[in-house]
């Protein structure tokens, strides 16, 4: 019923696109003048008032003219490309009547009839109401375009792998997936995102693109908050005694901070604790128990936030978990680090003292459950048994945040009081007995 009429030249018309649509507003031109294309391939994406849409080559052939402008207003019939060579399909007893070149035998429904023969009037391809529109600088081919908005992917939304971020059909894949886990593991937020305000309205603003730690930030983020019932405790640890073994067994070139002390609390608080060493599998309906201590560390680098993991903390000294913390934020810092030594986390540090800040509510690192927040030591008045001594204390703010499915509030104190009890610790005899090495 459908027949293919070679032609020389091809005057595409923009085709019917659905009922009562007159024009619409190109958003992208997919192709260029010299390209080959082959039939059913996108040449353009069209914006209506009712929904937004790929226009697909009516034939194979070259692009020999592009006669419209991206964000430009056409009408449906009006010539949109010159196409020239090969073979355009319609419907035989219109085409039979018409040369390809007065092309209603180029509409898409006329092609869509033509590789899956169902009704007259075929429905064209029409993004679901809900998906936000795909931006049109998205380094994708048409091909892969399709495809993500043919299951329902927002293309902007899929990370790339290949070079300068180039989305795959895998990458698409990869994305869909993971989504589909996700899914099945939250509870819906229900919140669809809103368009932006044109901020212009109010005043100057200058847009720039997101970095790619940004982006993985922003969907990270998105998806820990989003996923885990947050809890935050706070608590203050005093560390006075702690600060005079700091300074005492720094030596030059070998810094000693609060941080490697607390990695070494931590890992001994998490075998007291065993649920803040693991994960949650809501689709198993299982908690993963780690058998390993990895900590996660926090580091404030100028592109964004990066956590490196160091490995095997309860197996470490303080020296060698200072060392290796030196080492590592430097390696992050000079983007030297492998995504390998970014995984595998057991519970995350994140101490933001050096900077400042009296108590902040960090986000859970998920697949991890718990966060140890770390603000700025200050000397404080102390009050015993009622009265106030006379001698300052030097207090560390605490914040645990932990994922309230698998934890109880009940244990969240406990474990940051551990965590407190054991800095607070006179460490100098332990330290002075290991030489800390
Ligand atoms: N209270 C008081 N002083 C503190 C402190 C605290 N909690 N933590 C560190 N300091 C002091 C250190 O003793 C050091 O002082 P001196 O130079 O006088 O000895 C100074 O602050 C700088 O310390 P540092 O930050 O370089 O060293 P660190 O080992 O404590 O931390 C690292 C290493 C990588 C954690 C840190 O450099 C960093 O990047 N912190 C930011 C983490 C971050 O951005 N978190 C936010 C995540 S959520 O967005």
Redesign the pocket.
């Known amino acids: 019923r459908f027949t293919l009429k070679e032609f020389k030249m091809l005057d595409f018309k923009l085709p019917p696109v659905g009922e009562n649509i007159k024009s619409g507003n190109i958003v992208a031109i997919l192709v260029a003048v010299g390209d080959a294309v082959k039939k059913d391939q996108p040449l353009l994406e069209m914006e209506t008032d009712k929904a937004s849409l790929e226009i697909p080559s009516p034939c194979d052939g070259t692009i020999k003219e592009i006669l419209i402008k991206k964000g430009e207003d056409v009408k449906i019939g009006q010539v949109v490309m010159r196409i020239e060579g090969g073979k355009a399909s319609g419907v035989a007893k219109a085409a039979s009547k018409e040369t390809p070149q007065s092309a209603p035998a180029a509409s898409v429904a006329a092609v869509k009839e033509s590789v899956r023969p169902t009704p007259a009037v075929a429905p064209v391809q029409v993004a679901p109401a809900i998906l936000p529109e795909a931006p049109v600088d998205v380094p994708a081919a048409p091909s892969v375009r399709r495809f993500a908005r043919e299951i329902g992917i927002n293309i902007g939304q899929v990370p790339g792998t290949g070079p300068g971020g180039r989305i795959s059909i895998e990458d698409v894949k990869a994305f869909a997936k993971a989504l589909n886990t996700s899914r099945a593991t939250m509870a819906p937020t229900g919140v669809a995102a809103k368009p932006l305000p044109d901020f212009s309205k109010w005043g100057t603003i200058d847009r720039q693109p997101m970095n790619n730690i940004r982006k993985r930030t922003a969907e990270h983020m998105t998806l820990c908050w989003t996923t885990i019932p947050h809890v935050t405790q706070f608590d203050k640890a005093d560390i006075t005694d702690l600060e005079q073994s700091r300074k005492k067994f720094s030596k030059p070139g070998r810094?000693l901070?609060?941080?490697p002390f607390l990695l070494k609390v931590i890992a001994t608080a998490l075998k007291t604790f065993p649920e803040f060493n693991a994960s949650i599998d809501m689709a198993a309906q299982e908690i993963i128990y780690k058998k390993y201590c990895h900590i996660g560390?926090?580091?404030?680098t100028d592109r964004g936030?990066i956590v490196p993991v160091i490995r095997d903390v309860d197996r470490k000294t303080i020296y060698q978990l200072a060392d290796e913390?030196n080492t590592t934020?430097q390696r992050v810092r000079d983007k030297k680090i492998s995504l390998d030594e970014l995984q595998g986390g057991s519970m995350t540090v994140?101490?933001?003292?050096?900077?400042g800040g009296t108590q902040f509510t960090?986000i859970v690192n998920w697949p991890e459950v718990a966060i140890l927040g770390?603000?700025?030591?200050q000397w404080e008045p102390c009050y015993a048994d009622g009265k106030m001594s006379h001698a300052p204390r030097f207090m560390?703010p605490l914040s645990l945040s932990y994922d309230h499915r698998l934890i109880d509030g009940a244990n969240g104190a406990r474990f940051l009081r551990r965590v407190c009890e054991a800095v607070e610790q006179p460490f100098m005899t332990e330290l002075e007995k290991q030489d800390l090495c």
Do not use: F, H, Y
């Open positions: 810094k901070t609060v941080t560390v926090a580091v404030d936030l913390l934020a994140t101490n933001l003292g050096g900077i960090p770390v603000s700025r030591a560390l």
